[in-house]
């Protein structure tokens, strides 16, 4: 299977059968071939059941979070990504609570994601320093949305694929 889209928020399989199918899957990944994971509206309940979906073979992670999602269980998700997902190409992440642990696990992710084909990134959220001076220099990087938080000075960028960008200041403005 090449992609999977869905809107949790249309609730198209219920925490119950999620659990069961858990369970009959024994820690395999449901849909091993999949290349695409594309997921809206994320509650609460869902977020712990998204990892059932990746695989080795999934290479874009697309996430919409729905309306204040539980921070430990989100960053329990987002930092398995690269070990179910270890080819990772293209990440997005809409949603995220600010949060420092946030900041963490979409960093730690970022820098996790092999460096030489990674070409994708948009996440609501701030990064670390280590993580933005990764970002800004990756060769293959065509799409970027970054949150740049606070005072800090802008950072040395060499992205000569780069076509796409968005950049949120969220800060004080001197």
């Given at each position: 299977m090449r992609e999977i889209v869905m809107d949790a928020s249309e609730k198209p399989i219920t925490p119950d059968i999620l659990q069961v199918l858990q369970l009959r899957t024994a820690n395999n990944p449901w849909l091993p071939g999949l290349r695409e994971f594309t997921c809206y509206e994320v509650t609460a309940a869902f977020v712990p059941f998204v990892p059932l979906f990746l695989s080795p073979q999934t290479v874009e992670v697309f996430i919409v979070f729905a309306e204040d999602p539980p921070t430990a269980v989100?960053?329990?998700?987002?930092?398995r990504l690269p070990t179910l997902c270890p080819d990772l190409k293209y990440i997005a992440f809409y949603g995220l609570p600010r949060h420092p642990v946030i900041t963490e696990a979409v960093s730690e992710t970022l820098l996790a994601c092999k460096r030489d084909t990674f070409q994708l990134f948009r996440a609501n959220s701030p990064l670390t320093e280590e993580a933005r001076e990764v970002l800004y220099q990756l060769p293959r990087l065509f799409g970027l949305w970054a949150v740049i938080q606070g005072p800090t000075s802008l950072p040395k960028v060499a992205l000569p694929n780069l076509t796409t960008i968005g950049v949120e200041y969220d800060g004080d403005l001197d």
């Open positions: 989100v960053v329990s998700t987002i930092s």
